[in-house]
């Protein structure tokens, strides 16, 4: 009890700047058993509130940190496709000006033939 005195007067002199000299009566039994299951209900549920919260705030965090793979896995099977794509189109560009070559000089369609006939070899062997 004189702690809880002590503490009571030294409070009063912070909160009114000056020494309160007021005889404080002590708490009766039930009263102060009333104050403590209060205060330990409210613990109990900040704290479970408090532990939701933090649960919940990690799962988000986690949801996103897949999603943000996701795209990142996404974004890179993208960019390989479209490697990819260029280097067909730049193999068909250079078929094209052979091909472009081959009737300028106006060779016969057997030259023609045979130059389609190597370039399928060559693809089948650098798939292969």
């Known amino acids: 009890m004189t702690k809880y005195r002590w503490a009571t007067q030294l409070q009063r ?34 704290t479970v509130a408090g532990l939701g919260i933090m649960y919940e705030v990690n799962r988000s965090y986690k949801s996103e940190a897949k999603k943000e793979a996701k795209r990142k896995e996404e974004l890179e099977a993208l960019k390989l496709k479209d490697e990819n794509l260029q280097k067909e189109v730049e193999s068909l560009r250079l078929k094209l000006l052979e091909m472009e070559k081959q009737l300028q000089r106006r060779s016969s369609w057997l030259d023609y033939l045979r130059l389609l006939f190597r370039q399928a070899a060559a693809e089948q062997q650098k798939t292969a």
């Open 13 to 46: 002199r912070v909160q009114y700047g000056r020494a309160v000299n007021v005889a404080i009566r002590p708490l009766d039994e039930a009263k102060a058993i009333a104050a403590a299951t209060d205060f330990l209900g409210e613990l109990v549920i900040f």
